[in-house]
């Protein structure tokens, strides 16, 4: 939501330039009124549309601000055979996922459909690998179930091995 706001500000800005320029303009002031009454219906027009894209997922190929991303988790997907791929993605680093969709094809249907499936046996999540990545190259797997994570490190903290020492009094061997 905080993206709205910062779109709207600069639309309206762009928008109050446009009127000062009309306002300020040598024409006739049936011109002028139209200008200004334009820019007063834009503005809610441009908020209107920026709120209804919110609730829309964008697509894979537009994406601009995460193409370096090496991968993410599939929160969710829904295939329409012959559509499109309709992704729900966790990228690490932002607070809310992103809703995505990509074009169809079969293979990578098939690819998230067999992620899937192994991800519920194993009880993990499905991983993505360059979700926005724009290569022709189709040969590498884009969908996996994600690995096990490792067990946590036994000796956290620790510099030394742990050594048993039995309890009870401790004798002294005489070697005389």
Known sequence: MDDLTGFF?????LAAILAQISIWAPRKIWVKV???VTTALFLPAAYLSLADLLSRPKPMEI???NVELAEATVLGARMKEDEAIYLWLGIEGLAEPRAYV???NQEMAQQLQDAQRAAEAEGNGVRMTQPFERSWDKRERRF???PQPPLPDKRK?????FIFEQPGPKEKSDAT
């Open 102 to 104: 990509m074009p169809w």
């Open 34 to 36: 139209t200008a200004l």
């Open 157 to 161: 903290g620790k510099d030394k091995p």
């Open 63 to 65: 994406e601009w601000n």
């Open 9 to 13: 500000i600069v639309l309206g800005g």
């Open 144 to 146: 996996y179930a994600a």
